[in-house]
């Protein structure tokens, strides 16, 4: 068999290799009950995503999400990972699963990567932001969006009380009764308040996130915020160890997975921080 004939018997067979894909994934979370997929029936991310790469793929194509969020959360850089081996380009990628996914969910970018990666075990840090809307009137914009709390929050006793959250701690009074977490020792990189009219920005960046443990955060601070708590109470909640001592849970609508980190050696894409209504704002875009 010379060289011609050679080359042409192997074509099929490296047609036929399975390749890894990384994309990023932006969705509006209120009409699904999370990203995992669910039971026949009931809608989900995952699903609407696994449906439409599988029609660009013309194979059934599964995902792997970098955190699963829960009912009602929103996400403005979803990481998932999937493998093929389809022979696409990241543009068709993109274009043909966007035009087969509803209106609320849509790959911003998509990128080949080695099989060594995986989005949720080569993560090593994830950021939300948890977006409170203060005013005395309910919004009719944004209503599932953002989280409406309508008595005055005074931004300095919730910056004051976070500061005890930061650093490694047992988050056990942090997260949901049922969180199935082997560990409630969580590492938290970054937490701060930001401010910007009306809207009050809860940015977390930790090593992992345990059941609710954001939505807890907020839940506290809200209550601090308001007066209903002293300042102290955050940190005295976090020593309990104990949920019961907490605070309410607050709503899902106010919740943004916005960034997945990754090593280096990735290299994955970098987008602007979200969600959308926020990334043109001077002081919630770093």
């Known amino acids: 068999m010379d060289v011609d004939e050679h080359e042409a018997a192997a074509a099929p067979e490296a047609a036929a290799a399975v390749s890894r894909v990384a994309a990023c994934v932006e969705y509006r979370g209120s009409a699904y009950r999370g990203w995992q997929r669910q039971q026949s029936g009931v809608a989900s991310v995952q699903e609407a995503v696994e449906k439409a790469l599988s029609r660009v793929a013309d194979h059934p194509v599964q995902v792997f999400c970098a955190g699963r969020t829960d009912a009602g959360v929103h996400a403005s850089c979803q990481i998932i990972h999937f493998d093929s081996d389809a022979v696409r380009t990241p543009r068709n990628w993109i274009h043909g699963a966007n035009a087969n996914l509803p209106a609320d969910i849509s790959l911003s970018w998509v990128q080949p990567m080695g099989m060594g990666f995986h989005a949720r075990f080569s993560a090593v840090a994830r950021r939300y932001r948890y977006v409170i809307y203060n005013d005395p009137i309910r919004p009719a914009h944004l209503a599932h969006e953002v989280t409406w709390n309508y008595r005055p929050l005074d931004l300095g006793s919730m910056r004051q009380a976070a500061r005890a959250l930061l650093g490694t701690h047992d988050f056990t009074s942090y997260r949901a009764v049922g969180?199935?977490?082997?560990?409630?020792?969580?590492?938290?990189?970054?937490?701060?308040?930001?401010?910007?009219?009306?809207?009050?920005?809860?940015?977390?960046?930790?090593?992992?996130?345990?059941?609710?443990?954001?939505?807890?955060?907020?839940?506290?601070?809200?209550?601090?915020?308001?007066?209903?708590?002293?300042?102290?109470?955050?940190?005295?909640?976090?020593?309990?160890?104990?949920?019961?001592?907490?605070?309410?849970?607050?709503?899902?609508?106010?919740?943004?997975?916005?960034?997945?980190?990754?090593?280096?050696?990735?290299?994955?894409?970098?987008?602007?921080?979200?969600?959308?209504?926020?990334?043109?704002?001077?002081?919630?875009t770093d």
């Open 179 to 284: 969180c199935q977490a082997k560990s409630a020792i969580k590492t938290i990189h970054h937490l701060e308040l930001l401010e910007y009219g009306r809207f009050i920005v809860l940015d977390i960046r930790a090593n992992a996130f345990l059941h609710h443990m954001v939505r807890n955060i907020a839940g506290v601070l809200m209550q601090i915020g308001c007066g209903e708590r002293p300042i102290a109470w955050a940190e005295q909640v976090l020593a309990a160890r104990d949920r019961a001592q907490g605070g309410l849970t607050a709503p899902a609508f106010g919740l943004y997975l916005v960034d997945v980190t990754y090593p280096e050696q990735f290299a994955l894409p970098e987008r602007y921080l979200g969600p959308h209504f926020l990334s043109a704002l001077p002081n919630v």
